[in-house]
């Protein structure tokens, strides 16, 4: 089991700023593709940014490219994602997990014990 825990979720107003943090306990996280997604109520969970195990490739959905960054950090064994610039509509609880596949960043490559509880993000003023 790959489980992650992911942290750092808040409530925020519009235009402002979170970095959200995402932990391995047990393994090595840089062996490893990892993504971020996203569940709103009422919607599909999906994919939002992802990052390969070296780091040097990434996805970004269209729309968070230009706002959001994912990063990794070796040596915290912990895998980042900052948000800028967020808008009513990124209001959903984020999950990070790993994946197989960089490019395609979608949920549906995450075995389902292997998601975790989430950090809830919530938009508005």
């Known amino acids: 089991q790959l489980q992650l825990v992911e942290s750092g979720g808040a409530l925020v107003q519009p235009g402002g700023s979170l970095r959200l943090s995402c932990a391995a306990s047990?393994?090595?996280?840089?062996?490893?593709?990892i993504g971020w997604f996203r569940q709103a109520p009422g919607k599909e969970r999906e994919g939002v940014s992802c990052?390969?195990?070296?780091?040097?490739?990434?996805y970004n959905a269209d729309s968070v490219k230009g706002r959001f960054t994912i990063s990794r950090d070796s040596a915290k064994n912990t895998v980042y994602l900052q948000m800028n610039s967020l808008k009513p509509e990124d209001t959903a609880v984020y999950y990070c997990a790993v994946i197989h596949t960089v490019i395609f960043c979608s949920p549906a490559e995450v075995r389902s014990h292997d998601w975790g509880q989430g950090t809830q993000v919530t938009v508005s003023s």
């Open positions: 047990g393994f090595i996280l840089d062996y490893y593709h």
């Open positions: 990052i390969s195990n070296s780091g040097d490739s990434t």
